[in-house]
């Protein structure tokens, strides 16, 4: 058994000017988005997800990152990622967290962008045109805050009650023109702070 797809959605957005100046570097973000009937719905409380994903998530992941590498101009570009799930009204927030936090599903993303860091996420609830935010950090460092960035996209039709969107996001940078230092640096900062 397979997932059912409905729709898959690609977003894509490119900053050039942030705070009224032009970056050095555009960033491009993208989102990729695979609308899926909920496998675990009509069958009243499932005690036991792990079939469906034992059965699909790799399947799913590894195709969804082709395409999101693809939609980006190749895994090497990728700084930031993350990944998202928002279920239907008639299912459960489990029923969403199901599909994206296997090794299954991310183990795909994190080898193909050769990442140390983990998947930032969210997952919730919504209705069709729900904002999806997916939030992203660097690939390598979780505590680089120039990279915590967040994609922000909406399918009008999607989640159906009976649906589940599984959202992969990426960037080929942070945010434009990054002021507040990363953590090691408060780090050092309260350390010399205590040492006076």
């Known amino acids: 058994m397979s997932f059912e797809i409905r729709k898959i959605v690609s977003y894509a957005e490119q900053t050039l000017i942030e705070?009224?100046?032009?970056?050095?570097?555009?960033v491009t973000m993208i989102g990729l988005a695979v609308v899926m009937k909920n496998p675990w719905l009509g069958r009243?409380?499932?005690?036991?997800?792990?079939p469906e994903i034992r059965a699909n998530c790799s399947d799913l992941g590894a195709m969804m990152v082709e395409r999101l590498v693809a939609a980006i101009g190749g895994a090497e570009r990728i700084e930031a990622y993350g990944k998202a799930a928002v279920v239907g009204a008639d299912g459960e927030i489990e029923h969403a967290s199901a599909?994206?936090?296997?090794?299954?599903?991310?183990?795909?993303?994190r080898e193909?962008?050769?990442?140390?860091?983990?998947?930032?996420?969210t997952n919730k609830r919504g209705g069709p045109g729900t904002s999806i935010q997916i939030p992203m950090m660097h690939?390598?460092?979780?505590?680089?805050?120039?990279?915590y960035i967040t994609l922000e996209m909406r399918i009008e039709d999607a989640p159906r009650a009976d649906?589940?969107?599984?959202?992969l996001g990426c960037a080929d940078g942070?945010?434009?023109?990054?002021?507040?230092?990363?953590?090691y640096i408060d780090l050092e900062e309260l350390a010399a702070e205590k040492a006076r």
């Open 99 to 109: 599909v994206i936090h296997t090794l299954r599903f991310g183990n795909h993303y």
């Open 139 to 147: 690939k390598d460092d979780e505590g680089l805050r120039s990279h």
């Open 174 to 183: 942070g945010r434009v023109h990054p002021r507040i230092g990363n953590r």
């Open 44 to 50: 009243g409380f499932v005690e036991d997800l792990k």
């Open 19 to 26: 705070g009224g100046k032009a970056t050095d570097k555009p």
């Open 112 to 121: 193909a962008v050769q990442a140390k860091s983990y998947l930032s996420f």
């Open 163 to 167: 649906e589940i969107v599984v959202v």
